[in-house]
Each structure stands twice: as structure tokens, then as C-alpha cells.
């Protein structure tokens, strides 16, 4: 089984960065698509970025396409967001998993809140 724990959310101002992580372990996710999904208060979960873990080519919603950037370690196993241009709109608990999303690797999430 795969475990994946996400960390790096905060207290932002708006226009500010963030990196979030996603640690994976457990058996090898290389031949996963692999992505970050978030979840604002009184809203379904919504897709954001997605990443092959082998070929590195990537996916983004048109909301935060040139804001964030999803990028993987493979030394580290470690999966990442890069958020920049911060708006409150990006306030949401973020969440890895695979894609498309496996309600067996669903964990904690963190949580990013951006002040305006």
C-alpha cells in the first residue's frame, strides 16, 4: 500500500508563495499519474495539478495555470506544489493523491489560507 502525507500549507497574504509537499511510501508510485486536489469550505473537491511521476508531463486547471507549478523528486519520492500570485480564492485544504483520485489514498490534506 501507498501512504502519501501532505505538509507546507499556511497563513498567507494574498500575491505570496507557498510550496506544498506530498511524501509518498510504501511501493513504488512510478508508474502513477500523480496529482493535488483541494477542497474550499462549502465546495466539492476540485482538481488542480496533475503530474506523470515517470514522464513528467503535466496537467493544471485554467485557475491556477501559470500560478503553480506540480513537480516530483524521485530521490525523495516526494511530489510538490509551487504556488505563486497567492489569491483568496486559493484558500482550500490541499490534498495529493493519485489520478484519477483513489478514495483509498485520500489523507489529512494541509491547509492554505490566503488573506486578501
Known amino acids: 500500500q501507498v501512504q502519501l502525507v501532505e505538509s507546507g500549507g499556511r497563513l498567507v497574504q494574498a500575491g505570496g508563495s507557498l510550496r506544498l509537499s506530498c511524501a509518498a511510501s510504501?511501493?513504488?508510485?512510478?508508474?502513477?499519474?500523480i496529482g493535488w486536489f483541494r477542497q474550499a469550505p462549502g465546495k466539492e473537491r476540485e482538481f488542480v495539478a496533475t503530474?506523470?511521476?515517470?514522464?513528467?508531463?503535466?496537467t493544471y486547471a485554467d485557475s491556477v495555470r501559470g500560478r503553480f507549478t506540480i513537480s516530483r523528486d524521485n530521490a525523495k519520492n516526494t511530489l510538490y506544489l509551487q504556488m505563486n500570485s497567492l489569491k483568496p480564492e486559493d484558500t482550500a485544504v490541499y490534498y495529493c493523491?493519485?489520478?484519477?483520485?483513489?478514495?483509498?489514498?485520500w489523507g489529512q490534506g494541509t491547509q492554505v489560507t490566503v488573506s486578501s
Open positions: 510504501g511501493r513504488s508510485i512510478t508508474n502513477w499519474r
Open positions: 493523491n493519485r489520478s484519477p483520485p483513489d478514495d483509498a489514498y
Open positions: 503530474i506523470s511521476w515517470i514522464a513528467g508531463d503535466t
